[in-house]
């Protein structure tokens, strides 16, 4: 452990042992969880142990938050609905990124114009650090979508995210005719009305991916993040936590294989005089 990560700790410490709106149990759950998570990252420390200082954990209204958790960043207030909570410590874990992460309400990556970019990125790094021990997620469909765009954006959105950078994002969302932006605004819909019940638009969504994906002008970086980037793609609703919510994705596969056998064949450089010269 270095000197810093030490200094790290006895400042976390600190900031919660100031907080008189937590319980002794509660703070020693969440510095074991960050002391975990910074392990693991570096993650930016400034913001999350100045609200760690003052946050608050209530129970959230089942009129308002239709989401496992809410950050209410104006009143540092984490609200979370348990009957939506599957694995505890990874929906904390998302908060508590979020809360070291999103500098300002409703500016950078908190834009209402990302949120389903935002909560999948969230999702992606909790799982990353702390893994998920439920059968399902909060943000399954957020997840797939982040990471295909970030494919397309040669891992523009995690540089975004991290950097809570909504202009850099905003750059992404315009590659490809604006294709990224249209998905963008479906999937922001879809992470919305998906909650309140309403059947899920990941196949709508995955198929313009794939169209921005494969319509990109660079075709070697095409061909060679097709790995990655079927990896990512879903097609088969029993993978989901709500396979009945998923009509149309086993279209997604059939759609892909399609517009892949499209691609031409990507010819060698023509060779250099000097080329021709070391051959012969």
């Known amino acids: 452990?270095?000197?810093?990560?030490?200094?790290?700790?006895?400042q976390l410490k600190q900031s919660l042992d100031q907080n008189q709106k937590?319980?002794?149990?509660?703070?020693e759950s969440l510095y074991l969880l960050v002391q975990e998570m910074y392990q693991k990252m570096n993650l930016p420390k400034k913001l999350l142990l100045e609200r760690l200082k003052t946050v608050s954990f209530v129970q959230g209204s089942k009129m308002m938050d239709y989401d496992a958790y809410q950050y209410y960043m104006e009143q540092n207030e984490v609200r979370f609905q348990p009957d939506l909570v599957g694995d505890e410590r990874n929906v904390i874990c998302q908060a508590l990124l979020e809360m070291a992460i999103i500098k300002?309400?409703?500016?950078?990556?908190?834009?209402r114009e990302f949120v389903a970019i935002k909560k999948g990125m969230l999702e992606i790094f909790a799982n990353n650090l702390v893994q998920n021990e439920s059968e399902y997620a909060i943000a399954e469909d957020e997840q797939v979508i982040a990471n295909l765009i970030n494919v397309i954006s040669d891992g523009k959105v995690l540089e975004a995210f991290v950097n809570d950078n909504g202009a850099l994002l905003n750059k992404v969302l315009e590659i490809g005719n604006f294709g990224l932006k249209i998905a963008n605004d479906y999937a922001n819909y879809n992470c919305i009305f998906r909650k309140r019940g309403f059947q899920s638009q990941l196949a709508s969504i995955e198929m313009i991916l794939m169209k921005c994906f494969f319509n990109r002008e660079d075709r070697i970086k095409v061909q060679e993040q097709i790995p990655e980037f079927e990896a990512y793609l879903v097609s088969n609703p029993k993978v989901m936590s709500h396979p009945e919510q998923y009509r149309g994705l086993k279209m997604v596969a059939e759609n892909y294989q399609h517009l892949k056998d499209l691609q031409k064949v990507i010819p060698f450089p023509p060779m250099s005089e000097d080329s021709k010269t070391n051959v012969m």
């Open 22 to 27: 937590l319980n002794d149990y509660t703070k």
């Open 1 to 10: 452990m270095t000197q810093e990560f030490q200094s790290f700790l006895v």
């Open 104 to 111: 300002e309400a409703d500016k950078g990556m908190n834009d």
